[in-house]
């Protein structure tokens, strides 16, 4: 634990940075990202081994997460050599364009050491807008953050840039996320992981006397409606589909399907039986660290208790008491809107199927959902005929709507949105995949009658960059 | 005062219109915001005489006001007309695009009672967007906005639309906005007005089980750098231009220049003299109620009485107490510094000139600011080379940057940025004015994987609303 003020040079320190990295042109900062994704390769082995040991995830999983990492710095990389992100907009004399807002605090998620944490989505959405960063280090990987970290100041200095656009903070306290937070120096902050977490810092930000935008991506439970004409026509293998994405990492993304919502059938029987052999066929692998372990047992303990739930799986031959066991539970749809409490997520490999005993009910129970990640549809085109309204529904609700897939996997494409109402993340408006991630981190700022020389170049009159500009109500590159 | 059930009723109704609403196309709603627009312009002097003895504005000023309004709500069927706002992207079977985000509930204005008011840009925007809106009428003109509110609902059933995307309350407790502001159907909020309001409004929203968004454009002193070359050539007629700012519309705008900075020098002599003697020669009119003019009183006595503080005009002449009076106040740079007080907005025709001893100590005080819907920099190429670092930190600080002109005067175009840095407002990636105004109030869905008839015309593979589309990486329109 720091004292207050070594926290307060930390942003001094970024601030510096800041004011000199926004000169710097979009090549270098380019550069710069890809510089990165290149040290990060060169870590090769001792990377993935580390990682592996902090976090229990199979080397095939880090790579595969690594690949994504630097795949992101390169796709940031080609936007600003684009150029057009920053909206440049002509109205003859008043112009106007997107700037970074300031240094940027990043609280780096458990569940990926790689691509949402210290050089992950957030630090590289933030660096490729020109903001500075401050990394929190995740506790549970601090010796890969620390890796990266490195491999982040290797770029820097590679590529003669100012140090302190990137700092690296270890310290796990809740005091020093809280003095990040609350320093007034700092202009925004990016979060994956709880709602307990994400809601703490959004409050550190609001009480702050200037208060700053906080996007905090946080907890899902990711509803998958599966509706009847394709629960008899594909029943057993949306069953065989669903354990995998339940069990998939041990359950740990925040786009796993938490709750299964269908109507009393019996080709929903035919899908439970089907459904349980699959999750007990699979070999559970150790959770990411004790503490979500931990989490996970008395998480799903304290649901299985509720009224009118029962677990559906015999989870008797699973006696390895270091591995979590994976579970399906079911309740009626009734029990299920009287009891607020199943809303919340279990983390990790458990989903709950309400089982409605009509169309009605059903409706009811999907209407009670809150705001979510990613809403799912399992249905024929019959089934989306008669069930319309519920797309309707999802799309009020979430912020992706999956139709007839899983939600876990999450492209990084200029599409994607990972975000969502109210609870799933502090601000629906933004995303914190793909492109447009940058968008959390600038904002518009306006010349009046500025003489062209002072202008920068993406708001001159010749267009030096050739990005797309909206000129006079014209969309063009002239 | 209604009882907390009537507040929610309100919002069951918003929400309900808006679901009927989300699915009215855009051609309708286009039609529907020019059909306010005419209403407004049917309510013909009535409309100007109410809002003229309400709010003590000349009726030149208001009629002004009203073709700003009108054009708005054009400007903003234009945008659903032409439809690329929605900014679709299509990577393949992952597709997004923007939609509203609920029920909106809006603050009007007391110095707007038309353009920042019940039919007003936040209201206009939040229309186009999709949303319901419900507005909080501002006590200080009831019978305008009762008129007004009267002319929307016209259009809504000219229409055939829901009678309740558009709600009007009448009550002036400051429960009833908390009521409102957290009712759970409540999506966002726009405001505009002071700072203490804005921040209770953001304080309330995210205090809420689910924190929404809110939008508050608060004050500013708008800080004008007047730089020495400039001050020497064009001195005269500067004092001269804003003298007619600083009292335009009795300084009764959030745009209005309240803090002059110089440093000292015979020319800075020269403009001041022009600048009281031009100040003096207005006439004053009287505010736009008792509330605010005597809000001024306290505020510009409590400015005066600071250390170091001294009034450079001669108020004697000006014995009509229903009136307010001009003011032009100077102090040292160093009691500026020393003194965060001076910081603050003193709504109404009150400026500050801040005589700066040097270069060095014009700097720290151009660096003591804080957000700001604008900076404005007087100065000639020379200046401008001379103190270009105050351009950077200009744009630092404030959503928009005027060069030699006034920051009164904000033009609805689409390059304008109104909008700041805390405590201006309480998002700086977000306008108030101009056609993205209308961001504030969408946010992103993804569709993944969904059949082309699931689908919303904005992201059907035909591109049947012909409107301009990122798809696979390529911006056209095909």
Request: contains cysteine; hydrophobic residues 40%; proline residues 5%.
């Given at each position: 634990?720091?004292?207050?003020?070594?926290?307060?040079?930390?942003?001094?320190?970024?601030?510096?940075?800041?004011?000199?990295?926004?000169?710097?042109?979009?090549?270098?900062?380019?550069?710069?990202?890809?510089?990165?994704?290149?040290?990060?390769?060169?870590?090769?082995?001792?990377?993935?081994?580390?990682?592996?040991?902090?976090t229990?995830?199979?080397?095939?999983?880090?790579?595969?997460e690594?690949?994504?990492?630097?795949?992101?710095?390169?796709?940031?990389?080609?936007?600003?050599?684009?150029?057009?992100?920053?909206?440049?907009?002509?109205?003859?004399?008043?112009?106007?364009?997107?700037?970074?807002?300031?240094?940027?605090?990043v609280f780096g998620a458990s569940n990926f050491p790689f691509a949402y944490s210290t050089?992950g989505g957030d630090t590289?959405?933030?660096?490729?807008?020109?903001?500075?960063?401050?990394v929190k280090a995740h506790?549970a990987h601090?010796?890969?953050s620390?890796?990266?970290?490195?491999?982040?100041?290797?770029?820097?200095?590679?590529?003669?840039?100012?140090?302190?656009?990137?700092?690296?903070?270890?310290?796990?306290?809740?005091?020093?996320?809280?003095?990040?937070?609350?320093?007034?120096?700092?202009?925004?902050?990016g979060f994956t992981g709880s709602?307990?977490g994400g809601?703490?810092?959004?409050?550190?930000?609001?009480?702050?006397?200037?208060?700053?935008?906080?996007?905090a991506e946080m907890g899902?439970?990711?509803?998958?409606?599966?509706?009847?004409?394709?629960?008899?026509?594909?029943?057993?293998?949306?069953?065989?589909?669903?354990?995998?994405?339940?069990?998939?990492?041990?359950?740990q993304f925040c786009?796993?399907?938490?709750?299964?919502?269908?109507?009393?059938?019996?080709?929903?029987?035919?899908?439970?039986?089907?459904?349980?052999?699959?999750?007990?066929?699979?070999?559970?692998?150790?959770?990411l660290?004790?503490?979500i372990?931990?989490?996970?047992?008395?998480?799903?303990?304290?649901?299985?208790?509720?009224?009118?739930?029962?677990?559906?799986?015999?989870?008797?031959?699973?006696?390895?008491?270091?591995?979590?066991?994976?579970?399906?539970?079911?309740?009626?749809?009734?029990?299920?809107?009287?009891?607020?409490?199943?809303?919340?997520?279990?983390f990790?490999?458990?989903?709950?199927?309400?089982?409605?005993?009509?169309?009605?009910?059903?409706?009811?129970?999907?209407?009670?959902?809150?705001?979510?990640?990613?809403?799912?549809?399992?249905?024929?085109?019959?089934?989306?005929?008669?069930?319309?309204?519920?797309?309707?529904?999802?799309?009020?609700?979430?912020?992706?709507?999956?139709?007839?897939?899983?939600?876990?996997?999450?492209?990084?494409?200029?599409?994607?949105?990972h975000?969502?109402?109210?609870?799933?993340?502090?601000?629906?408006?933004?995303?914190a995949?793909?492109?447009?991630?940058?968008?959390?981190?600038?904002?518009?700022?306006?010349?009046?009658?500025?003489?062209?020389?002072?202008?920068?170049?993406?708001?001159?009159?010749?267009?030096?960059?050739?990005?797309?500009?909206?000129?006079?109500?014209?969309?063009?590159?002239?």
């Amino acid at each position: 634990m720091k004292e207050p003020q070594d926290y307060h040079l930390i942003m001094e320190q970024s601030v510096a940075a800041f004011e000199s990295y926004i000169n710097i042109n979009a090549t270098t900062k380019a550069l710069f990202l890809e510089s990165i994704a290149n040290e990060i390769e060169l870590l090769g082995d001792l990377l993935i081994e580390t990682a592996s040991v902090e976090t229990n995830l199979p080397a095939a999983r880090l790579i595969g997460e690594r690949g994504r990492t630097t795949m992101q710095l390169r796709m940031f990389a080609n936007m600003l050599r684009e150029g057009s992100w920053v909206d440049a907009v002509i109205d003859n004399d008043i112009r106007k364009m997107l700037i970074p807002i300031g240094p940027i605090i990043v609280f780096g998620a458990s569940n990926f050491p790689f691509a949402y944490s210290t050089a992950g989505g957030d630090t590289a959405s933030a660096l490729a807008a020109g903001c500075s960063v401050v990394v929190k280090a995740h506790p549970a990987h601090l010796q890969t953050s620390i890796l990266v970290a490195n491999a982040i100041a290797k770029a820097i200095s590679n590529n003669h840039l100012p140090k302190h656009i990137f700092q690296h903070v270890e310290d796990y306290s809740f005091e020093a996320g809280k003095a990040l937070v609350q320093d007034p120096l700092t202009a925004g902050v990016g979060f994956t992981g709880s709602a307990s977490g994400g809601n703490a810092l959004c409050k550190y930000a609001s009480d702050r006397k200037y208060p700053i935008p906080v996007f905090a991506e946080m907890g899902s439970v990711n509803p998958v409606v599966l509706l009847p004409d394709t629960l008899i026509n594909n029943g057993v293998s949306i069953a065989q589909q669903y354990a995998s994405s339940i069990t998939l990492g041990m359950g740990q993304f925040c786009t796993n399907p938490g709750i299964l919502l269908a109507i009393e059938s019996p080709a929903l029987q035919v899908f439970l039986t089907t459904l349980v052999e699959a999750i007990d066929a699979v070999t559970p692998a150790k959770m990411l660290h004790q503490a979500i372990h931990d989490a996970y047992q008395s998480k799903h303990q304290q649901a299985l208790s509720q009224k009118g739930v029962e677990q559906l799986n015999n989870s008797l031959q699973h006696t390895n008491t270091e591995t979590p066991i994976p579970i399906i539970a079911k309740v009626s749809g009734i029990d299920f809107l009287l009891n607020e409490l199943l809303l919340e997520e279990v983390f990790g490999p458990y989903s709950l199927v309400v089982c409605c005993k009509d169309e009605v009910e059903l409706k009811a129970v999907h209407q009670s959902l809150k705001g979510q990640l990613t809403t799912t549809i399992m249905g024929t085109d019959d089934d989306l005929s008669v069930f319309s309204s519920f797309i309707n529904e999802s799309t009020n609700i979430a912020g992706r709507i999956v139709f007839n897939g899983v939600p876990t996997g999450v492209e990084v494409c200029n599409a994607m949105v990972h975000g969502g109402p109210s609870p799933a993340s502090s601000d629906s408006r933004f995303t914190a995949v793909g492109v447009n991630a940058v968008k959390r981190w600038v904002r518009p700022i306006c010349y009046q009658n500025a003489p062209q020389y002072v202008l920068p170049d993406a708001l001159k009159n010749e267009n030096p960059l050739k990005i797309w500009r909206l000129k006079n109500n014209v969309f063009g590159k002239e």
